[in-house]
């Protein structure tokens, strides 16, 4: 069974620290995604990692695909208020047809 | 363009009566599918529509769960004898094509509650 691990499971900071939220699995993914829901609404894709040993940017925040591709890591710098929400790893099922989700990360930042 | 929108954006409903949940997709996605949130669980994945093809229904969690998609567009996931568990947000996604190479555009999601 591919199950998805995301910790911590909630998180609470103050504008300007720096977080890391991590997403581990022991099976391989050919791909994991990471998405960003806010409060009464859906998920919204923020980046897909394809590649083992990946890293791609989006402005503040920082993703690494593990080499093994079991894992990823979503690293954010200099947190915002407007970071505040729940992150969530996602990566494809066997049979290609759906995504497997972890639990999620609540991030809270405080000004 | 438009996105995916969900309807009703909130249902409450007494145990043991049948519930119907919209979804009209992006235009043009062939790729659709319906996911739970509960409290705690994450979002569990419940069916996957694809073009003509056979649905694969393998995350219905019961008998009492269905779903259809007609003309390859609108979606209905029916809930029937509703259960004090089946209280979740019910989300719909859709995409151009399979789900872990194409980015998955969901709606508002119904919260259900049922009393």
């Known amino acids: 069974t591919q199950l998805l691990e995301q910790s911590p499971q909630f998180l609470s900071i103050q504008e300007g620290e720096n977080l890391t939220v991590y997403c581990n699995s022991s099976?391989?993914?050919?791909?994991l995604q990471w998405y960003r829901q806010e409060p009464g609404e859906g998920p919204v894709l923020l980046v897909t990692v394809v590649t083992g040993g990946e890293v791609k940017k989006l402005k503040r925040l920082t993703f690494q695909f593990g080499d093994a591709r079991k894992d990823s890591s979503l690293h954010i710098t200099a947190a915002q208020p407007g970071d505040t929400g729940l992150y969530l790893c996602?990566?494809?099922?066997?049979?290609?047809?759906?995504?497997?989700f972890g639990k999620g990360t609540t991030l809270s930042v405080s000004s | 363009g438009a996105g995916v929108s969900q309807s009703p954006s909130n249902k409450v409903t007494e145990k043991g009566k049948d519930v119907e949940l919209r979804c009209d997709p992006i235009s043009g996605h062939t790729a659709l599918y319906w996911y739970r949130q509960s409290l705690g669980q994450g979002l569990e994945f419940l069916i996957y529509?694809?073009?003509?093809?056979?649905?694969?229904k393998s995350g219905l969690p019961s008998d009492r769960f269905s779903a259809e998609r007609t003309g390859g567009s609108v979606s209905t996931l029916t809930i029937q004898r509703t259960q004090q568990e089946d209280s979740a947000v019910y989300l719909c996604a859709s995409s151009q094509g399979a789900a872990s190479n194409y980015e998955q555009y969901f709606g508002p999601g119904t919260r259900l509650t049922v009393t």
């Open positions: 996602a990566g494809g099922n066997q049979a290609g047809t759906a995504l497997i």
């Open positions: 099976s391989v993914f050919s791909s």
């Open positions: 529509f694809q073009g003509n093809s056979a649905p694969d």
